[in-house]
């Protein structure tokens, strides 16, 4: 037998699946009745988008400040929006008295995935894809308005994970430092980002990619303002082309460990479970 997979699922949709786009697996989970996980789904998802459209992704040189700029900014941006929102297992759960919210659509943003050259990017691709199905597929999608510090802590851990290695590959930073779920590149750190210094001549250097495989403004306008999980067609196992096990168009909706707060500048992410 095949057992069940949730790695990202290849959009195997005409040119997009030739270009190896890849969609978060939301599994049977394509409706939520939280909106706050509806709305970090629907931020994440569309960062990452705009950033796998650089030109950074065709190139196996290191990416340029610009990309890493706006990595750092969705991670500290997702972190801000987690540690805002997540309630301590202590704290009591807002709940409705007569209003209930009906469920909502996820979002999906397709994304180059399968065959992106640079592999730094496709790592940070695959994690914040992980951390995406993750939310997807979570038991809080049936609440209608919190989220705990363990879904927080489930999803900050792949967030953490990119920034981590971001920082302490790319940018030199020690990684006890990197460690610590309140870190926070500075702007001296990322004015001075110089791959140079870390980085072989081998590495710095690539092959122009075919230039005929970049999708213009245009071609992309039916990606950038999201597809409805429950609309997708085309979805598949990579690169077997095998449909998903469960069917991810028959969704129906719904289905921790504390957290150390810092008085810094920097809000931290939630602790993930313990094992």
Not at 77 to 82: Q, V, Y
């Amino acid at each position: 037998m095949l057992f069940k997979t949730d790695q990202a699922l290849w959009w195997n949709n005409g040119v997009w699946g030739e270009l190896g786009y890849a969609c978060p697996n939301f599994g049977n989970d394509g409706h939520s009745l939280n909106n706050g996980i509806t709305y970090l789904v629907d931020v994440i998802g569309r960062n990452l988008q705009a950033i796998m459209h650089h030109p950074d992704v065709d190139l196996r040189t290191p990416p340029t400040i610009n990309t890493l700029t706006r990595i750092h900014k969705l991670i500290v941006r997702s972190r801000a929006i987690l540690s805002g929102r997540d309630v301590e297992p202590g704290e009591p759960d807002m709940e409705a008295v007569h209003s209930s919210p009906a469920g909502e659509v996820f979002l999906i943003y397709p994304v180059p995935y399968f065959k992106v050259r640079n592999k730094f990017l496709k790592q940070y691709c695959g994690l914040i894809l992980n951390s995406l199905a993750e939310a997807m597929q979570h038991t809080e999608n049936r609440k209608a308005f919190e989220i705990s510090t363990g879904f927080s802590g489930i999803m900050g851990q792949y967030l953490h994970r990119v920034y981590r290695l971001m920082a302490t590959e790319l940018f030199g930073i020690d990684p006890e430092v990197a460690k610590a779920l309140d870190f926070m590149l500075t702007n001296e750190d990322l004015r001075g980002y110089d791959p140079g210094q870390w980085f072989t001549s081998t590495e710095m250097v690539d092959t122009v990619p075919d230039l005929n495989q970049v999708p213009t403004e245009d071609d992309l306008v039916v990606l950038t303002n999201g597809i409805p999980a429950t609309l997708l067609v085309g979805l598949a196992k990579y690169p077997s082309g095998d449909p998903p096990p469960a069917n991810p168009a028959a969704a129906a909706a719904g289905k921790g460990k504390g957290k150390t707060k810092t008085s810094g500048k920097s809000p931290a992410f939630s602790k993930p479970p313990s094992p």
